[in-house]
Every structure is written in structure tokens, then in C-alpha cells.
């Protein structure tokens, strides 16, 4: 079978056609998804949080399952905490998972993404944020934060890191990552 693409959608011939065989490849070499779980911070050793004091979250991406896209190596830095995309104007959709363990009931977490070079520092560039009561008093809680995005030069230029601040001292552990890239910025704008 071959499909019609309309000249807008090609670069230069009014009419393309392309096999379905084609089409799965360029859609295999344009999106993907990668989880990251942080093997580091363990409900044993937890990453412990001071109340009303932003921190990174902390994830060394030690056991990673993917399905990338082609030329890209990873949406993770587990180094330096960072989503990482490849080109100015990818699309992603973002979910953060973990559980968090409050030391004093009726608190709240907040978090943001944050794109500037130092996002604990004066070069902060918050691009989205929210916040999350904890439930539970001080039992452990699991959380999931889901949010879509884009990339821009800012973004490649620094990486995305995930910011949070709890109101009351905190551990936080079962840490995940999971980046979905759901729009290349290598396709032409209609």
C-alpha cells in the first residue's frame, strides 16, 4: 500500500508517495520513550529533603528501559538530573513517580521544571509548576506529576531539571523518570 502525502507535507515534489514500510520507519526514527529509575535513593537510603529548601530531584537513571528514537542516546542525564532532548522544537510528555515520606503531617509539595543553567541559583527559568498536599499525615505517599513540554534553545542549551520544595522535612525514594517524545522538531511546519 502507499500513501499520498500532500506537497505541504514534503519538501520539494507536489505529491510523495510512501510505503506503509516508510512510514513506520520514519515514525520509529522520530519518536520514542525512555524510563528512568533512580537505583541510588532506596526507602533504606532516601533522599532527605530540609522544609522550604528547593532541591534537585536526584535520579542516577540506574536501570533505564527504552525505546528511543534513532540518534538519540538518552532523554535522562543521570548525572547531571537533567531531561535532555535533541532538537529545537521536540515535544515530550513528562511523568515523575515516587514516594515521598513527610516528617509532620498536613504539608506540601511543590515542583517545577526548570531550564536555566543554575536552577537553584540566580539563573532560574521555571517553564511550568504546581503543587501537592500530602494526605497521609506521615505515612509514605505515592506520587505521580504528569506534564507535557517543549524544547527551545534554552532547553537544549542547559537541560530541564525538576525542582521541589517540600513545606516540612521529608525523604523521598521509588524515584522514576519517564520521557515520552511525541513530536520531532525535525518535521517542517505546515
Avoid at 537513571?61 to 534513532?70: D, E
Avoid at 536552577?119 to 500530602?134: D, K, M, V
Wanted: proline residues 6%; contains cysteine; negative net charge.
Amino acid at each position: 500500500m502507499t500513501i499520498q502525502i500532500p506537497s505541504r507535507f514534503t519538501s520539494d515534489t507536489p505529491t510523495a508517495n510512501v510505503t506503509d514500510q516508510a512510514l513506520r520507519d520514519w515514525v520509529g526514527r522520530a519518536f520514542g520513550w525512555a524510563s528512568y529509575a533512580d537505583t541510588q535513593h532506596t526507602s533504606g537510603s532516601p533522599q532527605s529533603v530540609t522544609a522550604d529548601t528547593p532541591a534537585i530531584f536526584e535520579n542516577n537513571g540506574g536501570t533505564v528501559t527504552s525505546r528511543l528514537p534513532a540518534g538519540s542516546t538518552q532523554f535522562w542525564n543521570g548525572t547531571t538530573d537533567r531531561i535532555v532532548l535533541d532538537t529545537a522544537g521536540d515535544a515530550w510528555d513528562l511523568r515523575i513517580t515516587g514516594t515521598i515520606v513527610p516528617a509532620s503531617p498536613n504539608g506540601t509539595l511543590d515542583w517545577w521544571l526548570d531550564i536555566g543553567s543554575d536552577p537553584l541559583g540566580g539563573s532560574s527559568i521555571p517553564i511550568t509548576q504546581a503543587s501537592t498536599e500530602y494526605l497521609k499525615g506521615t505515612d509514605p505517599q505515592d506520587f505521580v506529576i504528569a506534564v507535557p513540554g517543549f524544547a527551545l534553545s534554552t532547553f537544549l542549551a542547559n537541560g530541564c531539571a525538576i525542582v521541589f520544595s517540600s513545606s516540612v522535612n521529608a525523604t523521598i525514594y521509588n524515584k522514576v523518570v519517564f520521557v515520552k517524545k511525541d513530536h520531532s522538531g525535525e518535521t517542517k511546519p505546515v
